[in-house]
């Protein structure tokens, strides 16, 4: 009798130790902006800060980010853009309320190759090139050569927001070529001379690439709010966050630290709350 009730006292204090030691894993969906670096920077510090918690992020566009929020399969979405009617109402036709934190701020960099003589556009013609009107470098002040617009797809959010912003929604021009993601625009205007493209802020300093000044002013943070393509970054949970959730979110939207790292990766900051 003595012997099992050791076995039981053993067996309840291994079940005890087993559960105060489990890991939480939080699953993210959604934005590339945010994914690919930010938000994994974000994670590993704050498990390094002592949470015993884990991620699992998947960067795959924006509109990933409400498609698996409704579908379950997302303990928070990431996005680079606002949450579009639609896709509200589709949360509350299934009776979830879908809310919103801003997660920081992002600036919008046109990119040319950094051998293109072209280093200023107005709106307008940043307009025109990508929807196809403008198409060649002659026309706005370099030297002669076929213009090739590289974009994001059409999943992403930064894709809609940059046509919101710099296109008055038109549509794109028809020989655009899209990509999966900034890393990749990057690298295609990076060997492109005649290469023109857009990235996140935290892209613009890839070798091979140049900023260009939009309405004369860079894309910089200290001019985030002159810029004419800046925009907020969001993360979206199903109602109010709770538990490891909105530990995360309140960590990594209202600390110093986690601030921090947002602008070392090369983003700004969460507005204060």
Not at 149 to 163: A, E, H, L, P
Not at 214 to 225: H, I, M, N, S
Not at 250 to 272: H, L, S
Request: charge should be positive; hydrophobic fraction near 40%.
């Amino acid at each position: 009798m003595k012997f099992k009730a050791i076995t039981s006292a053993l067996a309840a204090g291994l079940v005890l130790a087993a559960s105060a030691t489990a890991q939480t894993k939080l699953t993210v969906k959604g934005s590339d902006t945010l994914g690919a670096k930010m938000v994994p920077q974000l994670a590993e510090a704050y498990k390094a800060a002592g949470n015993n918690v884990s991620f699992e992020i998947a960067a795959e566009g924006s509109s990933t980010c409400f498609t698996n929020l409704l579908a379950g399969t997302a303990d928070f979405g990431m996005s680079s853009r606002s949450v579009k009617a639609s896709e509200k109402n589709k949360f509350a036709s299934a009776g979830k309320e879908l809310v919103e934190h801003v997660a920081g701020v992002d600036m919008i960099a046109v990119i040319v190759n950094e051998a293109n003589g072209v280093k200023k556009l107005t709106k307008d013609q940043v307009a025109g090139i990508f929807t196809g009107t403008i198409t060649d470098w002659s026309e706005v002040g370099g030297k002669a050569g076929e213009i090739k617009v590289y974009t994001r797809n059409t999943s992403s959010g930064t894709y809609k927001t940059f046509q919101k912003l710099a296109m008055n929604k038109k549509d794109y021009g028809k020989n655009s070529q899209k990509m999966a993601g900034n890393e990749q625009i990057a690298a295609e205007v990076a060997k492109d001379v005649n290469g023109i493209g857009y990235v996140g802020l935290a892209y613009v300093g890839r070798d091979g690439i140049a900023p260009a000044a939009v309405d004369g002013v860079l894309p910089t943070p200290e001019k985030a709010d002159e810029y004419a393509l800046s925009r907020n970054l969001y993360y979206y949970t199903v109602g109010q966050p709770a538990g490891e959730v909105k530990k995360f979110i309140d960590w990594a939207t209202g600390t110093e630290e986690a601030a921090k790292i947002i602008e070392k990766v090369g983003f700004i900051g969460a507005p204060k709350k």
